[in-house]
């Protein structure tokens, strides 16, 4: 379940208004120009943002940032172990992403040496390895290849949990959006 009502956001020089809503969809697509409000919603929605109204998601929510940062220095494999002995991704779940997002190659170069696709890929890899109800993708095709948001497209439809992505790139989620958001 989505909600959101009455919501504003107010920045020193504009205040972002997002229209009412409340959907039960799965896969929720958010839509607008640049600097219509998309990302500030989806903070909202994760509570990492103040904000007048409501802005409400059911369940544990992970918001995926569209710019992800690594240490240059450290790898895929290093980050994604490191998680893992955090404790906050499902192993097996993470290996499988590896291999269904073609990482293999790339899981021991330095994160400096990663084209900006290769760094996403590691980023939606780690955050999809870790159970929530929902999450919350901001731009998730930024700097991929069309067999990486074919194959995203592809995780998302296989998963239970519900997801909210804002995006440009609306064809691509074409057969699996139940919902769309315009701002």
């Known amino acids: 379940m989505i909600e959101v009502s009455d919501f504003a956001r107010r920045y020193s020089s504009l205040t972002v208004r997002v229209p009412d809503f409340n ?3 799965r896969v929720c697509l958010v839509i ?21 109204g409501v802005a409400n998601v059911r369940g544990s929510t992970l918001y995926v940032d569209e710019h992800p940062a690594f240490p240059d220095t450290m790898t895929p494999r290093a980050y994604l172990r490191l998680l893992g002995k955090m404790g906050r991704v499902h192993t097996r779940r993470q290996r499988w992403l590896i291999e269904a997002f073609c990482m293999g190659d ?13 760094r ?3 980023h939606l890899i780690a955050s999809l390895a870790e159970a929530r109800d929902a999450y919350l993708l901001d731009e ?3 700097g ?3 067999a990486a948001i074919g194959m995203l497209v592809k ?5 239970k949990e519900t997801f909210i992505i804002s995006t440009h790139q609306t064809s691509a989620f074409a057969a699996i959006k ?4 315009p701002l």
Do not use: C, W, Y
């Not at 790339?106 to 290769?118: E, I």
């Open 23 to 25: 959907t039960k969809a």
């Open 32 to 52: 607008g120009r640049n600097g219509s409000g998309k990302t500030t919603l989806l903070k909202a929605l994760a509570g990492l943002t103040p904000h007048e």
């Open 106 to 118: 790339n899981l021991d170069k330095p994160f400096s040496a990663l084209s900006k696709g290769m």
């Open 120 to 122: 996403q890929k590691t």
């Open 140 to 142: 998730p095709t930024s």
């Open 144 to 146: 991929l290849d069309d």
């Open 155 to 159: 995780v998302i439809a296989e998963r």
């Open 178 to 181: 139940e919902a769309v958001i």
